[in-house]
């Protein structure tokens, strides 16, 4: 199973909105809406920021949503805040005959 | 509150197996499905594989198929991930993850703290 599509690297000023995106086929992000997304400081573990495509998780900033068109899912962050600047990276479900996930490659996010 | 806390760095010799452990606290351990993801230096997420703590079924990223164990106690709400075979290029930090939904969406909202796990001669 091929790791889905990420930009490596986004920008944007604070106060400003950006999109990261993931790109994958019709045997996973096509398919299924089970995508979420995680947020990852270095020397972290990963923390879940949206589930299920566009579920935010108790806790996780409204500045923070998720969508998803085709075989193409968003992470869309509004109102950039330092504090954002992290790695993120998406996951999908990707079984057909068995239960199997995958992540993208990851995207960098620079707060200016 | 929820906690999933790991086992020890490890040092392993090529060819050698390594057994990552994660106990579980603060919740119904039989209750969520148990995944394994791991990073090597500097390098993205990877999805290895899932336990279900209740009945011990397993699922397996079709790369580790043949390497990977996954098992479980649940008198001690203890998971565990083994890897057998090593090869330098599995060097990379060991996470355990819950799933937090029923049945299985991978939406981990629990991470360990990770085991990071070096293979050289």
């Known amino acids: 199973q091929s790791a889905l599509t990420q930009p490596a690297s986004v920008s944007g000023s604070p106060g400003q909105s950006i999109t990261i995106s993931c790109t994958g086929t019709s045997s996973d992000v096509g398919s299924y809406n089970l995508v979420s997304w995680y947020q990852q400081h270095p020397g972290k573990a990963p923390k879940l920021m949206i589930y299920e495509v566009s579920k935010r998780p108790s806790g996780v900033s409204n500045r923070f949503s998720g969508s998803k068109s085709g075989n193409t899912a968003s992470l869309t962050i509004s109102g950039l805040q330092a504090e954002d600047e992290a790695d993120y990276y998406c996951?999908?479900?990707?079984?057909?005959?068995?239960?199997?996930?995958?992540f993208g490659g990851g995207t960098k996010l620079t707060v200016l | 509150q929820v906690q999933l806390v790991q086992s020890g760095a490890e040092v392993k010799k090529p060819g050698a197996s390594v057994k990552v452990s994660c106990k579980a606290s603060?919740?119904?351990?039989?209750?969520?499905?148990m995944h394994w993801v791991r990073q090597a230096p500097g390098q993205g997420l990877e999805w290895m594989g899932r336990?279900?703590?209740?009945?011990?079924?397993?699922n397996y990223a079709q790369k580790f198929q043949g390497r990977v164990t996954m098992t479980r106690d649940t008198s001690i709400s203890t998971a565990y991930m083994e890897l057998s075979r090593l090869r330098s290029d599995d060097t990379a930090v060991y996470y355990c993850?819950?799933?937090?939904?029923?049945?299985?969406?991978?939406?981990?909202?629990?991470w360990g703290q990770g085991t990071l796990v070096t293979v050289s001669s």
């Open positions: 996951c999908s479900y990707a079984g057909s005959s068995t239960f199997e996930g995958v």
């Open positions: 336990i279900n703590p209740n009945s011990g079924g397993t």
């Open positions: 603060g919740y119904t351990f039989t209750g969520y499905y």
């Open positions: 993850a819950r799933d937090q939904s029923y049945g299985g969406s991978l939406s981990f909202d629990y």
